[in-house]
């Protein structure tokens, strides 16, 4: 199921136990899936203002200052649209995060998955540019569970913005009887699945977010397979891991690994203090192309084959430094 599937399953259930919660889009609620569709949620118009469903207008920075408004009410807005038209609201998503108040900024369509609309509607530096934002929480959930925890975490807020970038394609959902329960998400990252018991040990962290957490997922095994242990890092909002304990961070990312790989479909700005000297990113250094999803996955390097040989590198690179110099006394 596509996050922002699931993401529109969980709005319509929490918009149901709570009246003041309420929003539209900007001329896309059918592709972002907020539409409010249980009886009674109607449609807000100038005859009849008690509808919760409002047609903002394909105008992205209004609709983000209409929710802000709503939000200074003590409503709980929202909006919606594209994750590559986030540009055109930066202003007014810039505000409820200078206003401390908790307009929540639904982004679908998150990356080159996309598809063949092309790089005209495939994201690349916008991710950044949000986590760029002092005071708004960013979260790109991996699956259906990630989104039900996100909403969790974003219904509590009162003083911060959130934004949810959501992925158009399905994506599995993990299985959590074999994994790491969703609830992490509140703790920003968290170990999704560490390396195998009785295996060498750990020997590369594999961090990601959103649609490549699946792919860093079948790179563990695959790694597994090789007598390489890899952990599985699922990272869906920055903002919250960095306000973790160092004590927790350090249980996450610990700083006697140095082998670690990042995978997003987005700009690799700000990946490197996760990832240190002794790691790599995988993720977009160019635009998008207009292609099927699996050959653009190939051609930009989101496989688990691809991966996998790269954390090869990094545990060869790790493994080759020498000792740190020691002088006896």
Known sequence: MATRESSGRVLN?????????????????????????????GDFQPADRSGRNLHLGIREHAAAAVANGMALTKLRPYWSGFLIFSDYAKAAIRLSALMEIPTVHIF???????????????????????????????????????VVETWRVVAALRHE????ILSRQALPTLDRSQLAPASGVARGAYVLADAP?????????????????????????????DGIGARVVSMPCWELFDRQPRS??????????KARVAIEQASTFGWDRYVGDGGAVIGMHTYGASAPLKQLLSRFGFTPERVSAVARERVAAAEAQPPPHRTEG
Not at 110 to 121: A, K, L, M, Q, R
Not at 248 to 254: A, G, Q
């Open 13 to 41: 259930a929490l918009a149901q136990a709570v009246p003041w919660l309420l929003g539209g889009s900007a001329d896309l609620a059918p592709s972002t899936k907020t539409h409010l569709a249980f009886e009674g949620a």
């Open 108 to 146: 679908t369509h998150d990356s080159i998955g996309v598809g063949e609309d092309g790089p005209t509607h495939q994201p690349v530096e916008q991710l950044a540019g949000l986590r760029a934002m002092p005071g708004l929480l960013v979260f790109r959930p991996a699956d259906a569970g990630e």
């Open 161 to 164: 913005p959130a934004a949810l």
């Open 248 to 257: 927790y961070r350090d249980e996450v990312l610990p700083p006697g690994v």
């Open 197 to 225: 018991a009785g295996g060498p040990g750990l020997r590369v962290i594999l961090l990601a977010t959103g649609s490549e957490v699946a792919p860093a997922l079948t790179a563990r095994e695959e790694l597994a397979a």
